[in-house]
Structure formats: C-alpha cells, structure tokens
C-alpha cells in the first residue's frame, strides 16, 4: 500500500492551517509550527517544497511568512503529497525513476498495481483543502 510518510501529513497539515488563516497577510513559520505542534527546523524543509512546487509565497524579515499562492479549492490532496512524498506507487517498480522491470511485459499482476496506482491518485486529486476545511463532500467514492 502507499505509505505516506510524516512529510507528507505534515504538509497537508501545514497547507490547511494557511488555508484557515487564509486572510492574505502572510504567516509567521512560528505561528504555524506552535498551531501545529511541528518543530520549525522540520517545517523549514517542508515548506521549502510547497514553496519550489508553487503552492506558497513567501517574505523573508519583520512582517514576514508564508501565505497560499492561491485559493484552498485550488489545491488537491494529490499535489500535495506529490511535492512532499518521494514516491506514491504501491509497488517499487512503479515509483518515479525505477529501473523498469525485465518483466514487466509477462508480469500478471502489473495491471493490478497500476490500477490502484491510479485509483488512489484520482481520489487524492478529487479532494481539496477546501473539502478538508468545511469537513464535507469528500469524495467517497472514485469512479473511472
């Protein structure tokens, strides 16, 4: 199964508590990290990513932090975890980069794996922050 590590909660984390204090001044690394009981060594690397990945905007000094660079029901689950996770396949031979499989041609279980692969990034890109702030009408199902 995909295994999403601590990383990734916590900037799905991070994002919806910018997304609640959502008033377009930016957010003190401080106030975030006290919020949500995260070190804010840890969540300098974090938010370096969804920085890079164009999900925040940042100012350095006095006034300072970081804000969304758009609105919560711009941002899914999916790109989330994609900018923060180092791999979300289900089985190794999947992940980005992997050496491909002398098998996987013969391989009868591959259709399997790929399958759930898209099954689970379909539902993660189908949920929103704005779906995770108001706690409803998150998909509960995924169709394809």
Not at 21 to 42: F, N, W
């Amino acid at each position: 199964m995909v295994m999403v590590s601590t990383r990734g909660r916590y900037a799905l984390r991070v994002m919806l508590d910018l997304a609640e204090h959502h008033t377009g001044e930016y957010v003190p690394l401080m106030d975030i990290a006290c919020r949500q009981g995260i070190s804010e060594k840890y969540l300098e690397s974090i938010i370096a990513s969804l920085s890079r990945g164009g999900c925040l905007q940042a100012v350095r000094g006095r006034g300072g932090g970081y804000r969304l660079a758009r609105q919560p029901e711009e941002y899914t689950v999916g790109e989330i975890l994609r900018l923060t996770e180092n791999a979300m396949a289900p089985v190794a031979c999947l992940e980005k980069g992997a050496e491909p499989c002398e098998r996987a041609e013969l391989c009868r279980t591959r259709p399997v794996w790929l399958r759930l692969q898209q099954l689970i990034g379909d539902y993660l890109d189908s949920v929103t922050l704005a779906d995770l702030m108001n706690g409803t009408d998150i998909p509960q199902e995924v169709t394809g």
